[in-house]
């Protein structure tokens, strides 16, 4: 930046749950800032890809974030019309703002539409967990990592494996290992989650008695054969398996027919989605979890607790080593085999910062101007 500034401006785009709780950090981070110069003016924009009470609006009021600035409610169940408004949208509110920069979070559709757009308006871009690489294309998440990555000026990378990435595809600038903001965020949240958490009273169950299930990729959900087939694997395993409900997964269950299927499995408890502390509270004391989310995935791995991957790839490779978190696919076999599986996982291994990533973040904005 050529002039010297006294308060930079960046706008936040979130859209999705896990950017929700990401941004809390780095809002709290920055309010703490504030007292020195230079100062961040932080501007949050909604853009509403999760439009479902219980995966937007609840973790504002739970994480104390602030309410965004802008609320776009852009919740087009087309995957490119969604895209294509929230482009749209977020230029008309850039060319208003006038950042310094715009920071995206991950890799959802939220993240590339406010990548492009800014881009398209030559202002610098943010992105935080950059450089992860599943290194399937088939997954709309990996386009939209490696676009948002190779478009952006400054790069916050969660583990050196995310480093190496970018450095493998000639990104050799604005590069910043950080540690994972997600990780920052479990060991300042679960002391407090479980104390104030009553949801396993609420839901009569014992620590380390059950398997906490997720699923939600549209490459699980979207496909019958792959749904039906984790759905029947939960109704086998002989743990009681308590599954929070993805509002994608219940309507996808329901359109296929499934659902009967899975209220007579009575060792599935189907619950609706939670909050966050309810959430990791549940993951921290499960003695395995099954899930096709990368982040909970991360947070299985943070909290010690055996991980089963509903998928054939993952971004997170290191939480594979020393069978702390398992690719088992879809197929009923293998998910139950691996759920019954006893063996306990190796050496457990840090890779995700010293819980300061948020502080980082900030001083290497600061450091821009």
């Not at 399937?136 to 190496?164: Q, W, Y």
Request: proline share 4%.
């Amino acid at each position: 930046m050529s002039k010297k500034i006294f308060t930079m401006k960046i706008v936040t785009v979130v859209g999705a749950r896990p950017q929700f709780i990401k941004a809390a950090l780095i809002t709290e981070s920055i309010e703490k800032s504030k007292r020195l110069k230079p100062r961040i003016m932080e501007v949050l924009v909604n853009t509403g890809q999760h439009y479902d009470y219980n995966m937007s609006k609840k973790f504002f009021e739970e994480l104390n974030i602030k309410m965004p600035d802008y609320e776009l409610n852009i919740n087009s169940p087309s995957s490119l019309n969604q895209l294509t408004r929230m482009i749209h949208k977020l230029k008309l509110v850039f060319k208003k703002e006038r950042p310094e920069f715009v920071m995206v979070y991950g890799d959802t559709n939220t993240t590339l539409a406010g990548a492009l757009a800014a881009n398209k308006l030559h202002i610098p871009i943010c992105h935080i967990e950059a450089g992860l690489r599943s290194y399937d294309k088939s997954m709309p998440e990996e386009i939209n990592r490696v676009l948002t990555d190779h478009i952006s000026s400054l790069l916050f990378c969660p583990t050196m494996g995310a480093v190496r990435n970018l450095r493998k595809e000639n990104i050799k600038t604005g590069i910043h290992m950080v540690g994972d903001i997600m990780y920052e965020l479990s060991v300042k949240v679960i002391k407090l989650a479980s104390s104030k958490s009553k949801i396993l009273e609420v839901l009569g169950l014992r620590s380390k008695k059950y398997i906490l299930a997720t699923v939600h990729r549209e490459s699980n959900t979207n496909i019958k054969s792959k749904l039906q087939s984790i759905i029947h694997a939960f109704g086998c395993i002989e743990n009681n398996v308590v599954f929070p409900i993805h509002p994608r997964t219940r309507k996808m269950l329901i359109k296929y027919g499934l659902m009967d299927g899975l209220a007579r499995a009575r060792n599935v408890k189907v619950i609706e989605p939670l909050g966050y502390m309810d959430m990791i509270c549940l993951e921290k004391n499960a003695c395995k979890i099954i899930t096709d989310s990368g982040g909970i995935q991360k947070e299985s791995y943070f909290f010690k607790v055996p991980c089963l991957t509903l998928r054939d790839n993952t971004e997170w490779s290191e939480t594979l080593n020393n069978g702390w978190n398992i690719l088992v696919g879809t197929g009923s076999e293998k998910i139950v085999a691996e759920a019954h599986n006893n063996k306990s996982p190796g050496r457990y291994v840090n890779y995700y910062g010293d819980g300061n990533t948020s502080t980082k973040i900030i001083e290497v904005l600061k450091g821009m101007v």
